[in-house]
């Protein structure tokens, strides 16, 4: 994806707070390819992040693409722990160099009670049996 001139901030780099968006826009890609896009207006049930993080290792700046992997780990009765790195892509289209990592616990909820509900099987079956 491209850095955007509106990401940096008055540092001259990425605003730390856009990462985050990185990361959403791949998780949510990777949510829709497993066909569990997040819709509480018309959906029972869905995955709710319920915490996330990120570490940030270099500095990004415009201009530049980035390309951030996905990762999913086993999941549990009704979270799962995704990851996500954030490499620069090179003048050669190759992602480079790490420049950030973060990552999202994911818990499956009814919306309406707002409670935990395990993962369903669908869903559980195209997630790792192990981690990474």
Known sequence: MPIRWGDMDAMGHVNNTVYFRYIESARIAWLEQLGALPDPAGASEGPVIVNAHCSFLKQLTYPGEIE??????????????????????????????????????????????????????????LLPATGK
């Open 68 to 125: 951030v992997s996905t990762f999913a780990g086993a999941p549990g009765r009704s979270s799962i722990e995704v990851s996500h790195e954030i490499r620069l892509v090179g003048a050669d289209g190759e992602a480079g160099a790490l420049h950030a990592e973060g990552g999202a616990k994911m818990v499956w909820v009814d919306f309406k009670a707002e409670k935990s509900r395990p993962w369903p099987e669908r869903l559980r079956a």
